[in-house]
């Protein structure tokens, strides 16, 4: 009777004393709510985020770069390339290319392939390819090298050509890999003095390896085409390929998928982060119709770096070709650069 004349009384007062029950079903209810809107979110994260992963990065279903198909390429940019195709298709016939394989820290097994024009030269160059390339790309480049006295070694990147893995790298997963390429150049010459060229990918390769703990026999950087993040470059192919869809936050999606398939995300693969760690001189390049590295991508590169280095832009040259552009000026500066630090 007492209860009820203390129920009624709050009633009157306008408040009412709720059971322990009920209140702690509610917060039960709302915690499962919650549980329930987390799940359903992951579930739709790992299914975007998986389906994206698998049409950018995944060799073999990847397919070509949409971001750079319609860039125009001038008629001399493209006799050049002709003519330089048949010089390296005489070259190949003058040299020997020897196979070396490498197991990655995570166990892959990686290819490259090796030419030695002066075994008692200490003078290498490391040659890197890009997205989606192999070193048949660069082999035109090793060839320079190798008239100018270097002995090259040309990997293919991992998830490209010959080598194994799925995943494509974006330059960070790669950077590990080619620190341990040198390192089988210093195997075989302790005091080997090394330059990496590198394009597109290959030049990201070169430069977020330069921020990591390196030993002192690497000694230039040539980086012609390179992005300021995996996340900048992908963010580019996906609105070419996603014409009016959103970034945000379809794209965003990718990054815990890629760091439980991969190991790494988008935006972690950074190389203005890396070059501002770095003391190895760089020669950046860049094309001056380049709409895929943009100029502020290049500007944001050149001001980050913390060593010596230099932008040389090719006027003519769009993305990956300015050594067809202007073969003369590229090379020129390109040899001018690195022998400044090597013997």
């Known amino acids: 009777m007492e209860d009820v004349m203390e129920e009624k009384k709050m009633e009157e007062n306008g408040t009412k004393k709720l059971p322990v029950g009920r209140v702690i079903g509610a917060i039960c209810e709302g915690v499962w709510t919650v549980v329930k809107i987390v799940v359903v979110i992951g579930i739709i994260t790992a299914i975007v985020g998986v389906l994206l992963s698998r049409n950018l990065m995944i060799r073999g279903r990847n397919g ?6 319609d860039m125009p390429v001038a008629a001399a940019t493209l006799r ?10 005489e070259w190949l016939s003058t040299v020997t290319r020897e196979k070396v394989t490498m197991v990655a820290d995570d166990k892959y097994i990686l290819i490259a392939r090796k030419v ?8 290498w160059a490391v040659i890197l390819h890009g997205y989606n390339g192999s070193m048949a790309d660069i082999y035109d480049i090793a060839m320079h090298y190798t008239e100018k006295g270097y002995n090259v070694l040309m990997p293919d990147l991992r998830a490209c050509g010959e080598s194994e893995g799925s ?3 974006m330059g960070w997963l790669d950077r590990l890999d080619v620190i341990n390429w040198i390192d089988v150049i210093l195997e075989e010459n302790p005091s080997a003095q090394v330059v990496i060229h590198g394009v597109d990918m290959g030049a ?9 703990p390196i030993k002192s026999s690497i000694k230039a950087i040539v980086a012609e085409g390179a992005y300021t993040s995996a996340w900048d470059a992908v963010k580019t192919e996906y609105k070419a390929r996603y014409s009016g869809k959103p970034v945000f936050p379809f ?10 398939w991969a190991g790494y995300t988008l935006k972690e693969a950074n190389a203005v982060k890396q070059v501002s760690k770095t003391s190895v001189p760089i020669l950046l390049v860049h094309g001056g119709n380049d709409t895929y590295v943009t100029e502020d991508m290049m500007k944001a590169l050149n001001d980050a770096i913390s060593s010596q280095h230099e ?3 090719v006027s003519s040259g769009t993305h990956e070709d300015c050594r067809y552009a202007e073969p003369d000026n ?12 090597t013997k």
């Open 167 to 169: 995943f494509i790298g």
């Open 64 to 69: 070509a770069r949409q971001s750079t198909k």
């Open 311 to 313: 932008l040389f832009t």
């Open 204 to 212: 990201d390769t070169a430069l977020m390896l330069s921020g990591e």
């Open 116 to 123: 030695v024009v002066d075994a008692e030269s200490d003078k």
């Open 80 to 89: 050049n390339k002709a003519e330089e195709d048949d010089r390296v298709k």
């Open 330 to 341: 590229y090379y020129n500066k390109t040899f001018e650069f690195v022998d400044t630090y």
């Open 251 to 260: 794209l965003n999606m990718m990054n815990p998928v890629m760091k439980v």
